[in-house]
């Protein structure tokens, strides 16, 4: 088994498959599913086939995204209120220490959050060990790495 990296209480992710890079994260250990902030969230019929169509907004409300997906599901969540509802959930990849990660993410418009990207316990359990004191870490790896590389 892999040793478990720390991460601390908020980090920057990635997400390959959305083109989105350095997108805020809180890390909820109370929250059991993953969450992406989206909007407009609605399935569409495209060529006899149910699609699911989302936007994702980047960085500070900077640019609009929008995907379709024909790989999705629904369940009920029960929202940090205690109040259960419907949610459409994707799995995507995201990139936390230089590691590519498949994960569920329900799409939740999370605009009046401070975070755009929510991780769950299910995305971290064996993969990570969560220090509230820290912050950043998978970011600040990043920039590291990316600063060793230049150089070289």
């Known amino acids: 088994m892999k040793p478990k990296k720390i991460i601390g209480m908020t980090d920057f992710v990635d997400f390959p498959d959305?083109?989105?890079s350095d997108v805020q994260a809180k890390i909820d250990t109370g929250a059991y599913t993953?969450?992406?902030?989206?909007?407009?969230?609605?399935l569409i019929?495209?060529?006899?086939?149910?699609?699911?169509?989302?936007?994702?907004i980047a960085r500070n409300n900077?640019?609009?995204?929008?995907?379709?997906?024909?790989?999705?599901?629904?369940?009920t969540i029960r929202?940090?209120?205690g109040v259960s509802e419907k949610r459409y959930v994707i799995k995507t990849r995201v990139v936390l220490f230089g590691r590519s990660?498949?994960?569920?993410?329900?799409?939740?418009d999370r605009?009046?959050?401070r975070n755009p990207v929510l991780l769950g316990r299910?995305?971290?359990?064996?993969?990570?060990?969560?220090?509230?004191?820290?912050?950043?870490?998978?970011?600040q790896a990043k920039l590291a790495s990316s600063r060793r590389s230049s150089v070289t």
């Open 34 to 42: 993953s969450a992406l902030h989206c909007q407009d969230v609605q």
């Open 111 to 113: 605009e009046h959050l």
């Open 122 to 139: 299910k995305l971290l359990k064996n993969r990570f060990i969560v220090d509230v004191s820290q912050k950043n870490l998978s970011y």
């Open 101 to 108: 990660i498949r994960a569920e993410f329900t799409l939740a």
């Open 18 to 20: 959305l083109n989105l």
């Open 62 to 75: 900077e640019q609009v995204h929008q995907f379709y997906s024909n790989q999705f599901s629904q369940r």
């Open 45 to 56: 019929k495209s060529g006899g086939e149910t699609m699911l169509s989302f936007q994702v």
């Open 79 to 81: 929202n940090s209120f």
